[in-house]
Nanobody
């Protein structure tokens, strides 16, 4: 069992930056691939970024590539999402998720989800 708690969301102007954190409980955090997803009002949840258990493999959605960076600290049971050059279209609730499978863009492979943190980007 893994419990995930996101933090770091907030209100930022376009062009600004935020760093999201996702703290995981349990001693097996390093066994999980981790992902970030987001859901905007009236839209389906979409993939943002994913990272392998070791941190050596990362994936990004095209819409955030070169602006967002996913990383993890297994010693601290935490995964991060550094978001730069934020745009109003990045406004959404951001969720982290954990998977015992390889990092993936499909939400169905993730076993555990956090409650989400709101990110609002004003124009």
């Amino acid at each position: 069992q893994v419990q995930l708690v996101e933090s770091g969301g907030g209100l930022v102007q376009a062009g600004g930056s935020l760093r999201l954190s996702c703290a995981a409980s349990g001693r097996t955090f390093s066994s999980y691939a981790m992902g970030w997803f987001r859901q905007a009002p009236g839209k389906e949840r979409e993939f943002v970024a994913a990272i392998s258990w070791s941190g050596s493999i990362t994936y990004y959605a095209n819409s955030v590539k070169d602006r967002f960076t996913i990383s993890r600290d297994n010693a601290k049971n935490t995964v991060f999402l550094q978001m730069n050059s934020l745009k109003p279209e990045d406004t959404a609730v951001y969720y982290c998720a954990a998977s015992l499978q390889s990092p993936a863009v499909q939400s169905r492979v993730y076993d555990y989800w956090g409650q989400g943190t709101q990110v609002t980007v004003s124009s």
